[in-house]
């Protein structure tokens, strides 16, 4: 189900609370001499098209956001631990200044939870007396919180808080947690006080356990939707961040420093940086619009060029690929900040000289911004990856059509900068139709001849927090398991059929190999060479070279699992996951992370082929 909505005009923090708040942590924080350790999971099997390199090439701004409030905060000794560059990291053997952390934080994707459950499995094997205050967040935790605590007596593994909302929220548990703590005490028994007490009760964007029998949970406690940050100026310097990351090592304990400056420009060459969040349009699919509580928040123009620019100054990083949602959802703000990054200079150099950046926009939006496409080139971007779905309108209408796609692809072009398109396959799409342009081969050779440089394809898949999610259960869509093989987290990415009303779902799964094929080749590599002079250069002939590597990687893992589903027996869900453990909500308000606060009843099953 979709997050729930704040009462209106209760969406946003207070202005200038997030900066009040670190402030305020680093009057206490000396005094408390904490050590963190912030690990982001991540499982390597879903290393494939079309993430695939770019996801061991730009660490993460999640967990570097959340580096860089704990440092801002005062709490300096800290160390982000990212799996993509350390897979054989335990926590078990973690210490940092020669000490075991006082907490110990995961985020994860709902992809990777999986690897995350083992972080936290390999902590709580620390002798209680040492262990950290556990404490899990990222995408999962804000829409699946309950999947981090363990219902199973004979593996009770759990964090011990899990925080379902941004950095504000982790920083206002903290100071809750450092107010009641005693010297000498650990920030565990600190965290049990203020649980038992109903301290965090006040604690918008926590779930908690209470009680306890036979290692699990009796309850959780969920204390509702979060409040956002609505100026995102607030939001502390993303330099910090960098300074925390751990070298990559196949080692399971610590390096005793983190990476050098000089080496993060070559680990990480790629930096994914905060520019706006939210988007106009409510997809049915998307789980955007309702995490942010409908609202467009934005960092000003001026503070996205000094963040850019101290990147580079401090680590040499000359590609910023931008976390928007959609970057071009309000014309005017975007046409100011496009305005500032091409004439902004620092230290006597223009900015959009040093640095090359990317994001996410619409067709709809792009054709909006059509006579200004030059300026944004001007500005420094070279490539937008655009949320196409499908040219036809069928699927879902955000304002496309396979001719406007084509003007903007055409726009995008003549301004030098490439068009990045993202598709979904679903179940009526055919493969090719004679008429029309509804198959899917017929769209990827539409969008090949209106110049695109990249394709994704990606299956539409029950995610959760969209208004589809249960639906798409309860139609009896959801794979369970194929000839023998259960569907896991990280199977839910878009690269696998997991849920699909069809007889045959394996043609959906062979549909996306041979669209991806049809696009990246040997051909399509030797006409890119041919074309290579235009304003966008030889990066076609460069993202086909990518595209059949990646492509690679795709079919030898996805390959099994069209097997399993052409001769298999398949099992489906009818009904979506739900806490088995019961979840309550704080002062009589019903839960805000789940459909109800009754544990879940056995899930039912459809057997067919």
Known sequence: MELPRRNRGDELLRPGELTSIRRRLRRIAPAHDLVSVIACAFDHCTRMLPFIFADTRMAPAGVRAIGSAMVDAGFEKTRIVLQQWNRNFRPLRMRLDGRIPDLFLVSSMGLHSERCMDLIRDARRIQPDDRPLIIAGGPHAVYQPWELFSADPHDPTSADVVVTGEEYVLLHLLEVLLSLRRPGQSMRSAFHRARDSGALDDIPGLMYARGERDGVAEELVDTGIQRLVGDLDELPDPVLGYRLLEPPGRHATLSSRAVEADRVRKLTPISSLVLTFGCKFACAYCPIPAYNQRQHRLKSPGRIAEDMWRLHREYGLRYFFGADDNFFNNKARALDIVQTLARAEFDGVSLRRRVRWYTEVTVHDTLQMKEHLSLVHDAGCRALWLGVEDMTATLVNKGQSVDKTNEAFGRLRAAGICPMPMMMHHDSQPLYSRRGNYG?????????????????????????????????????????????????????????????????????????????????????????????????????????????????????????????????????????????????????????HCASGEPAAPRLVQIGR
């Open 440 to 592: 899917l081969l017929n769209q990827i050779r539409l969008l090949r001849r209106a110049g695109a440089v990249s394709l994704q394809v990606l299956m539409i898949t029950p995610s959760a927090g969209t208004r589809l999610y249960e639906q798409t259960f309860t139609s009896g869509q959801v794979i369970s398991s194929a000839g023998g093989r259960r569907v896991m987290p990280p199977m839910y990415d878009g690269n696998y059929v997991v849920a699909s009303g069809l007889k045959r779902p394996w043609r959906k799964q062979l549909n996306m190999l041979i669209g991806y094929m049809s696009f990246y080749n040997p051909l399509r590599l030797a006409v890119a060479l041919w074309h290579g002079k235009t304003r966008v250069s030889l990066k076609p002939a460069l993202w086909q070279v990518l595209g059949m590597l990646g492509l690679f990687h795709t079919i030898r893992r996805t390959a099994g699992w069209i097997l399993r589903l052409m001769s298999g027996r398949i099992e489906r869900l009818s009904q979506p996951p739900e806490s088995p453990i019961p979840i309550r909500g704080v002062q009589g308000a019903p839960p805000s």
